[in-house]
C-alpha cells in the first residue's frame, strides 16, 4: 500500500460506519422511548423502580448474577421461554426503559428472571391452598421437598428430589387442570399468605432470602453459589427479629442466635420482587391470552386455556 | 553508533551511502540496525511482556477456581471476594486487560519497531505507560473482586479504573504511532496496517463505550447494544487486528519467504475492518432489539467469512511446502495453531449466530466455547508464538529448554482443546434440554455438570503450559538462557532445514 491517508482514513471510516450503524443509529430508534400509557394517560409502564430495587440492581450486578441469569423472553417462535413459563410475551425494548444497568444475560446456567416477581405474585394465593392438591409430592425430600412447586408451578427450576418417588408421577405437563382447580379454591385475599406447611412458598420474599441463603435446601443439586455473606448470624438480643431467616435442618443458627438480611440482602429480595414484563406492550403480541394486569385472579383461566 | 544516531532519512539512501563509506555490506549494516532497534525496545517490551505473564498466572488461578465452583458451589462459599459471581468477570479481564492486551501491545511495540525501521526513544514513557495500565488493571480487579463491578461484560472495571487505562494507552499509543510517523521503510507491511487499525480502533471503542455507558449513558437496551458492539469489536479489531498482524509478521519472518499475495492480504483486511466491525448483535440473537440490527450482525458475520478465507488462503499457501518446519520452530508451531484456531474460531462464530443454530445453543456454553476461541486458541497461541521469537531477541539468550516448549505447546494445545470441545458439547445439550419444556430446569444444568467438570480438566492443563512458560520466560529474564548462535529448536534439525528459524 502507497499511501497513508488513504489507510487512516479507511481505517477511521469503516469504523465510524460500525459505530455509527451499530449505536447511533439505533439509538434513534429505540434510545427515547416513553412508558406506554392508556388513552387517559394512566396506567403507565414501565415505572421507575423503588431506591431499594435501585439498590439491589446494583447488588445484583456486582455479583455477578448476571452471567448465570438472563432477563430476557423470546418469541414463542424463538426458544421454549415461554412454555417455560418464563413470561407471557417476549420482551421488548420498552421494558427496559429505566434499567440502568441493563442486564440482559447471555446465560442460563441459572433460569431466566425476567418476570420472578411477577411469578410470585401469581404463585403466592395458589400456595394458599396447595396442601389440597400436594399429594402428588409429599414424602422423599422431607423438609426440603416443595409442594407447591410441582403441584402448581410446571418447568420450574424446582423440583422435589427423591429420584423415583412421587415426583415423576406428576409430570408438568399435567398440571394444568390441578392449577386450575387450585386457583377456583384459592380466596384472593388481600393479605398475601406466605408459608405453606411452615415453608415460604415459591418465590416469596421469605423464599428468596432462604434460596440466596442456602439454594440447596430448595434444589437439591443446584449449583448456585450460596450467598451467605449478605446475611449476618447475630445473637438474638430480647425479641427475635422480625425478618429473621426460618431456617431447618443443617442451616438453622444455634440456640440465641438468628440469621437476618443485611440491608443488600433486603435490596436484592426487593429488586427481584420488582421484575415484572407481564404488563401488555402494544408492540407486542401476547402469545397467551393477556391477563388484565389488576386481578390476578384472572389469569390461572387464561394459563390453562393457553396450554 | 548510538540507536539515536540512526538517521530518520528514508532509507535508501542511509542504506547506500554506508557500504561505500565503510567497505560493509548492506546485510551487515541491516544486522547492525536490527540490533539497534531490538536494544532500544528491551526494557519497555519486557516490561510488558513481563506484566503479562504475571497477570496470566492469575488470570489462570481465578479460571480454575471459577471452574471449580461451578461444579463445587459451596467452595469458598462464605467468602464474598471470591464468590463465582466476581470471579468470572474478574478472570475474563484479567485475561482481556491483563494478559492479552499487555502481550498484545508489547508485541505491536517491537513489530511496529522493526517493521518501521527505526529504534524507540524515550522509552521510559513506554514504561510509565505500562505501569500505569497495570496500575489500572489492578485497581478494576480488586474493584471487581471487592464488589464494585458494573454489570456490563466485558468492561466490569469501575470506571475509574477505565479512566487509568485510558491514560495508560494514551502514553503507549502514541508512542507507536510516533514511531510509525518517523518509518524509515519504504511500503507500509501488511502487519503495520492490522496495528495501526488496532491502535486507532482501540480508543475509540473503549472510549465511545465508557461516555454511552457511564458520562451519558444511553437508555435502556441499547446498553447492551453499546455492550455488545464494544466487546465484539474488543475482540476482533483489537486482539484479532493484533493477533493477525502477528502471524502475517512471525510466519513469513520464520520460514523466510514473502508473504503469497498482497492483494488478497487487502481485501482481507478491508473487508475484516468493514464485516468484522458489524458483527456485535450476533450475540443477542432473538433478544429485545429491532430485528434489523440483529439480521445486520448475522449478514456481517457471514460476510467476514470473505476476510477470514483470504487471511486462511494467504496463509496457507506462504506456509505450503513449509509445513515441516513446524516440527523444530516454536514459534511457527504456536502461531499456526493459532491462524488455523481463527478460521474455527470466525466459522464457529457465523454458525452461532445463525437464527435456527441459536435458538438451541444462545443462551448456552457454546457462547463461552466461541469467546475462548477467539481469546485463547486464535489470540494468545499466536503471541505465544511471536513471544518465542521476539524474547531471545530481546534478552540475547536462545530459550533454555526445548521439552518445557514442547510441554507447553501441548498442554496448552489439549488444554484449549478439551476446554472448547466440553462447552461446545456441553451447550450443545444444554441448548437441546432447554428448548424442552416438559424437562424440568434444574435437569438442564445438572446434565452438562459432567462437561463443567471436564472444563475444570482444561483449565488444570492450561495452568500447567502458563506455568512451564512463566519459568521459562522467568530464566530467560534472568539470564539463565543458552548462548547460542542457533535458536532452540523443538526436534534435532534436518540438514534441509532453512536458518531463519
Same mark, same amino acid.
Given at each position: 500500500?502507497?499511501?497513508?491517508?488513504?489507510?487512516?482514513?479507511?481505517?477511521?471510516?469503516?469504523?465510524?460506519?460500525?459505530?455509527?450503524?451499530?449505536?447511533?443509529?439505533?439509538? @434513534?430508534?429505540?434510545?427515547?422511548?416513553?412508558?406506554?400509557?392508556?388513552?387517559?394517560?394512566?396506567?403507565?409502564?414501565?415505572?421507575?423502580?423503588? =431506591?431499594?430495587?435501585?439498590?439491589?440492581?446494583?447488588?445484583?450486578?456486582?455479583?455477578?448474577?448476571?452471567?448465570?441469569?438472563?432477563?430476557?423472553?423470546?418469541?414463542?417462535?424463538?426458544?421454549?421461554?415461554?412454555?417455560?413459563?418464563?413470561?407471557?410475551?417476549?420482551?421488548?425494548?420498552?421494558?427496559?426503559?429505566?434499567?440502568?444497568?441493563?442486564?440482559?444475560?447471555?446465560?442460563?446456567?441459572?433460569?431466566?428472571?425476567?418476570?420472578?416477581?411477577?411469578?410470585?405474585?401469581v404463585e403466592e394465593p395458589e400456595a394458599?391452598?396447595?396442601?389440597?392438591?400436594?399429594?402428588?409430592?409429599?414424602?422423599?425430600?422431607?423438609?426440603?421437598?416443595?409442594?407447591?412447586?410441582?403441584?402448581?408451578?410446571?418447568?420450574?427450576?424446582?423440583?422435589?428430589?427423591?429420584?423415583?418417588?412421587?415426583?415423576?408421577?406428576?409430570?408438568?405437563? @399435567?398440571?394444568?387442570?390441578?392449577?386450575?382447580?387450585?386457583?377456583?379454591?384459592?380466596?384472593?385475599?388481600?393479605?398475601?399468605?406466605? +408459608?405453606?406447611? =411452615?415453608?415460604?412458598?415459591?418465590?416469596?420474599?421469605?423464599?428468596?432470602?432462604?434460596?440466596?441463603?442456602?439454594?440447596?435446601?430448595?434444589?437439591?443439586?443446584?449449583?448456585?453459589?450460596?450467598?451467605?455473606?449478605?446475611?449476618?448470624?447475630?445473637?438474638?438480643?430480647?425479641?427475635?427479629?422480625?425478618?429473621?431467616?426460618?431456617?431447618?435442618?443443617?442451616?438453622?443458627?444455634?440456640?440465641?442466635?438468628?440469621?437476618?438480611?443485611?440491608?443488600?440482602?433486603?435490596?436484592?429480595?426487593?429488586?427481584?420482587?420488582?421484575?415484572?414484563?407481564?404488563?401488555?406492550?402494544?408492540?407486542?403480541?401476547?402469545?397467551?391470552?393477556?391477563?388484565?394486569?389488576?386481578?390476578?385472579?384472572?389469569?390461572?383461566?387464561?394459563?390453562?386455556?393457553?396450554? | 553508533?548510538?540507536?539515536?544516531?540512526?538517521?530518520?532519512?528514508?532509507?535508501? !539512501?542511509?542504506?547506500?551511502?554506508?557500504?561505500?563509506e565503510n567497505g560493509v555490506t548492506r546485510?551487515?549494516?541491516?544486522?547492525?540496525?536490527?540490533?539497534?532497534?531490538?536494544?532500544? !525496545?528491551?526494557?519497555?517490551?519486557?516490561?510488558?511482556?513481563?506484566?503479562?505473564?504475571?497477570?496470566?498466572?492469575?488470570? %489462570?488461578?481465578? !479460571?480454575?477456581?471459577?471452574?471449580?465452583?461451578?461444579?463445587?458451589?459451596?467452595?469458598?462459599?462464605?467468602?464474598?471476594?471470591?464468590?463465582?459471581?466476581?470471579?468470572?468477570?474478574?478472570?475474563?479481564?484479567?485475561?482481556?486487560?491483563?494478559?492479552?492486551?499487555?502481550?498484545?501491545?508489547? %508485541?505491536?511495540?517491537?513489530?511496529?519497531?522493526?517493521?518501521?525501521?527505526?529504534?524507540?526513544?524515550?522509552?521510559?514513557?513506554?514504561?510509565?505507560?505500562?505501569?500505569?495500565?497495570?496500575?489500572?488493571?489492578?485497581?478494576?480487579?480488586?474493584?471487581?473482586?471487592?464488589?464494585?463491578?458494573?454489570?456490563?461484560?466485558?468492561?466490569?472495571?469501575?470506571?475509574?479504573?477505565?479512566?487509568?487505562?485510558?491514560?495508560?494507552?494514551?502514553?503507549?499509543?502514541?508512542?507507536?504511532?510516533?514511531?510509525?510517523?518517523?518509518?524509515?521503510?519504504?511500503?507500509?507491511?501488511?502487519?503495520?496496517?492490522?496495528?495501526?487499525?488496532?491502535?486507532?480502533?482501540?480508543?475509540?471503542?473503549?472510549?465511545?463505550?465508557?461516555?454511552?455507558?457511564?458520562?451519558v449513558p444511553v437508555q435502556g437496551v441499547?446498553?447492551?447494544?453499546?455492550?455488545?458492539?464494544?466487546?465484539?469489536?474488543?475482540?476482533?479489531?483489537?486482539?484479532?487486528?493484533?493477533?493477525?498482524?502477528?502471524?502475517?509478521?512471525?510466519?513469513?519472518?520464520?520460514? =523466510?519467504?514473502?508473504?503469497?499475495?498482497?492483494?488478497?492480504?487487502?481485501?482481507?483486511?478491508?473487508?475484516?475492518?468493514?464485516?468484522?466491525?458489524?458483527?456485535?448483535?450476533?450475540?443477542?440473537?432473538?433478544?429485545?432489539?429491532?430485528?434489523?440490527?440483529?439480521?445486520?450482525?448475522?449478514?456481517?458475520?457471514?460476510?467476514?467469512?470473505?476476510?477470514?478465507?483470504?487471511?486462511?488462503?494467504?496463509?496457507?499457501?506462504?506456509?505450503?511446502?513449509?509445513?515441516?518446519?513446524?516440527?523444530?520452530?516454536?514459534?511457527?508451531?504456536?502461531?499456526?495453531?493459532?491462524?488455523?484456531?481463527?478460521?474455527?474460531?470466525?466459522?464457529?462464530?457465523?454458525?452461532?449466530?445463525?437464527?435456527?443454530?441459536?435458538?438451541?445453543?444462545?443462551?448456552?456454553?457454546?457462547?463461552?466455547?466461541?469467546?475462548?476461541?477467539?481469546?485463547?486458541?486464535?489470540?494468545?497461541?499466536?503471541?505465544?508464538?511471536?513471544?518465542?521469537?521476539?524474547?531471545?531477541?530481546?534478552?540475547?539468550?536462545?530459550?533454555?529448554?526445548?521439552?518445557?516448549?514442547?510441554?507447553?505447546?501441548?498442554?496448552?494445545?489439549?488444554?484449549?482443546?478439551?476446554?472448547?470441545?466440553?462447552?461446545? @458439547? =456441553?451447550?450443545?445439550?444444554?441448548?437441546?434440554?432447554?428448548?424442552?419444556?416438559?424437562?424440568?430446569?434444574?435437569?438442564?444444568?445438572?446434565?452438562?455438570?459432567?462437561?463443567?467438570?471436564?472444563? +475444570?480438566?482444561?483449565?488444570?492443563?492450561?495452568?500447567?503450559?502458563?506455568?512451564?512458560?512463566?519459568?521459562?520466560?522467568?530464566?530467560?529474564?534472568?539470564?539463565?538462557?543458552?548462548?547460542?548462535?542457533?535458536? +532452540?529448536?523443538?526436534?534435532?534439525?534436518?540438514?534441509?532445514?532453512?536458518?531463519?528459524?
Amino acid at each position: 500500500m502507497k499511501g497513508l491517508l488513504p489507510l487512516i482514513l479507511g481505517i477511521f471510516g469503516t469504523f465510524a460506519f460500525s459505530w455509527a450503524g451499530l449505536t447511533l443509529i439505533p439509538n @434513534a430508534q429505540i434510545g427515547h422511548l416513553d412508558p406506554q400509557t392508556d388513552e387517559e394517560g394512566l396506567d403507565a409502564y414501565p415505572a421507575p423502580k423503588s =431506591g431499594l430495587a435501585v439498590r439491589g440492581q446494583q447488588v445484583y450486578a456486582a455479583n455477578g448474577c448476571v452471567y448465570c441469569h438472563s432477563q430476557q423472553v423470546r418469541a414463542d417462535y424463538a426458544g421454549s421461554d415461554i412454555e417455560r413459563k418464563w413470561g407471557e410475551r417476549r420482551s421488548a425494548p420498552r421494558d427496559y426503559l429505566f434499567e440502568r444497568p441493563v442486564l440482559l444475560g447471555k446465560s442460563r446456567l441459572g433460569p431466566d428472571l425476567a418476570n420472578i416477581g411477577k411469578r410470585s405474585a401469581v404463585e403466592e394465593p395458589e400456595a394458599a391452598a396447595a396442601p389440597a392438591a400436594a399429594q402428588p409430592a409429599p414424602a422423599g425430600a422431607g423438609a426440603s421437598a416443595q409442594p407447591t412447586a410441582n403441584a402448581s408451578a410446571p418447568a420450574t427450576d424446582v423440583r422435589p428430589e427423591g429420584g423415583p418417588a412421587p415426583a415423576p408421577g406428576a409430570p408438568p405437563a @399435567a398440571s394444568p387442570a390441578p392449577v386450575a382447580a387450585v386457583a377456583a379454591a384459592a380466596p384472593n385475599t388481600a393479605a398475601p399468605v406466605t +408459608t405453606v406447611n =411452615g415453608e415460604p412458598a415459591l418465590y416469596s420474599t421469605a423464599w428468596h432470602h432462604r434460596h440466596l441463603y442456602d439454594p440447596r435446601s430448595f434444589v437439591k443439586h443446584s449449583n448456585m453459589p450460596a450467598y451467605r455473606f449478605l446475611y449476618e448470624k447475630r445473637r438474638i438480643g430480647g425479641e427475635p427479629s422480625a425478618d429473621a431467616l426460618q431456617l431447618t435442618g443443617d442451616d438453622a443458627p444455634l440456640e440465641g442466635w438468628e440469621i437476618v438480611p443485611t440491608y443488600e440482602a433486603k435490596s436484592l429480595v426487593a429488586y427481584l420482587m420488582s421484575l415484572d414484563q407481564s404488563h401488555p406492550l402494544k408492540e407486542v403480541k401476547n402469545t397467551t391470552v393477556a391477563a388484565p394486569a389488576a386481578s390476578p385472579a384472572a389469569a390461572p383461566p387464561t394459563e390453562g386455556a393457553a396450554k | 553508533m548510538t540507536p539515536a544516531e540512526i538517521p530518520l532519512t528514508p532509507p535508501s !539512501t542511509a542504506a547506500v551511502a554506508l557500504p561505500v563509506e565503510n567497505g560493509v555490506t548492506r546485510s551487515d549494516v541491516e544486522q547492525v540496525e536490527r540490533a539497534l532497534i531490538d536494544a532500544s !525496545t528491551r526494557v519497555p517490551v519486557l516490561i510488558f511482556y513481563t506484566s503479562a505473564i504475571v497477570w496470566l498466572l492469575l488470570a %489462570t488461578l481465578l !479460571t480454575l477456581l471459577a471452574s471449580l465452583k461451578l461444579h463445587m458451589p459451596d467452595l469458598l462459599g462464605g467468602v464474598a471476594f471470591l464468590t463465582w459471581g466476581r470471579l468470572r468477570p474478574a478472570q475474563m479481564d484479567v485475561m482481556l486487560y491483563g494478559w492479552a492486551s499487555m502481550v498484545g501491545i508489547g %508485541t505491536a511495540i517491537w513489530l511496529m519497531a522493526r517493521l518501521s525501521r527505526t529504534t524507540l526513544r524515550h522509552p521510559l514513557l513506554l514504561v510509565a505507560g505500562a505501569g500505569f495500565w497495570n496500575l489500572g488493571v489492578l485497581v478494576g480487579v480488586i474493584g471487581i473482586l471487592a464488589g464494585r463491578s458494573t454489570g456490563y461484560e466485558w468492561l466490569e472495571f469501575p470506571p475509574f479504573a477505565a479512566l487509568i487505562l485510558f491514560v495508560a494507552y494514551s502514553l503507549v499509543v502514541s508512542w507507536a504511532v510516533l514511531m510509525f510517523r518517523f518509518r524509515r521503510s519504504e511500503s507500509i507491511y501488511i502487519t503495520q496496517w492490522y496495528l495501526l487499525g488496532a491502535f486507532l480502533w482501540f480508543p475509540w471503542m473503549y472510549g465511545a463505550a465508557q461516555i454511552m455507558l457511564f458520562v451519558v449513558p444511553v437508555q435502556g437496551v441499547m446498553q447492551a447494544a453499546v455492550n455488545w458492539w464494544f466487546a465484539n469489536n474488543f475482540l476482533y479489531l483489537w486482539l484479532g487486528s493484533i493477533g493477525l498482524g502477528t502471524a502475517y509478521y512471525t510466519i513469513p519472518k520464520v520460514i =523466510g519467504r514473502p508473504v503469497y499475495s498482497y492483494h488478497l492480504a487487502a481485501i482481507g483486511f478491508w473487508t475484516y475492518a468493514l464485516f468484522a466491525s458489524w458483527t456485535g448483535m450476533q450475540r443477542v440473537v432473538d433478544g429485545p432489539f429491532p430485528a434489523w440490527m440483529i439480521t445486520a450482525s448475522i449478514a456481517a458475520a457471514i460476510l467476514a467469512i470473505i476476510p477470514v478465507a483470504t487471511v486462511g488462503l494467504n496463509h496457507h499457501m506462504t506456509m505450503r511446502g513449509n509445513f515441516p518446519l513446524m516440527r523444530y520452530s516454536p514459534a511457527l508451531r504456536f502461531t499456526v495453531f493459532g491462524a488455523i484456531a481463527y478460521t474455527v474460531f470466525s466459522l464457529v462464530g457465523v454458525l452461532i449466530s445463525l437464527r435456527s443454530v441459536a435458538r438451541v445453543v444462545h443462551f448456552t456454553e457454546a457462547g463461552m466455547a466461541y469467546t475462548q476461541l477467539g481469546v485463547y486458541a486464535f489470540f494468545t497461541m499466536v503471541m505465544f508464538g511471536a513471544m518465542y521469537y521476539i524474547v531471545p531477541r530481546l534478552v540475547g539468550r536462545e530459550w533454555r529448554y526445548a521439552s518445557l516448549i514442547k510441554l507447553h505447546f501441548w498442554a496448552s494445545t489439549y488444554g484449549i482443546g478439551l476446554m472448547v470441545l466440553m462447552l461446545f @458439547a =456441553g451447550g450443545m445439550v444444554q441448548g437441546f434440554d432447554l428448548n424442552d419444556p416438559a424437562l424440568p430446569f434444574s435437569e438442564t444444568t445438572q446434565t452438562i455438570l459432567a462437561y463443567l467438570r471436564g472444563q +475444570t480438566l482444561a483449565s488444570l492443563l492450561l495452568a500447567v503450559a502458563h506455568f512451564v512458560f512463566a519459568a521459562h520466560f522467568g530464566m530467560m529474564l534472568f539470564g539463565l538462557g543458552r548462548t547460542a548462535s542457533m535458536p +532452540t529448536f523443538l526436534n534435532p534439525q534436518a540438514d534441509d532445514v532453512g536458518a531463519h528459524v
